[in-house]
């Protein structure tokens, strides 16, 4: 069963910015995209390359490892150009009392 976890107010993401935060050693790249949140693990699937660390593409909902230009769907974690073959993973967020709350397993 996923844990929630409260990982700040909705008022410490600005709109298109990345946050990486760390939930029990997980770390996890969280994007607000107006008022839309999205929570992608931040680790890129090619090689140990931190996500949040990259560019995000806030019209495709997309965000790029900076290391060799895959893209990943903020949506499904699925990578968007090569090199990177395999998914990253998703989390579900929620906002609630104006904090931002992500589910992990
Ligand atoms: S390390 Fe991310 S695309 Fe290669």
Redesign the pocket.
């Known amino acids: 069963m996923a844990k929630l976890t409260k990982v700040g107010s909705v008022d410490e993401f600005d709109t298109c910015s990345v946050k990486r935060i760390e939930v029990d050693g997980l770390a996890i790249a969280v994007v607000r995209i107006d008022d839309d949140f999205f929570a992608v693990g931040d680790r ?1 699937s ?2 140990d ?1 931190s996500l949040s660390e990259g560019e995000l593409f806030c019209e495709d909902r997309e965000i790029e ?1 900076y ?4 893209t990943f769907s903020l949506t499904d974690g699925s990578p968007q150009s090569l ?2 073959t395999k998914p990253v993973p998703t989390f579900e967020v929620s906002v609630a009392e104006g904090h931002v709350w992500i589910a992990v397993p």
């Open positions: 890129c090619h090689q390359v490892c290391k060799h230009g895959s090199p990177a």
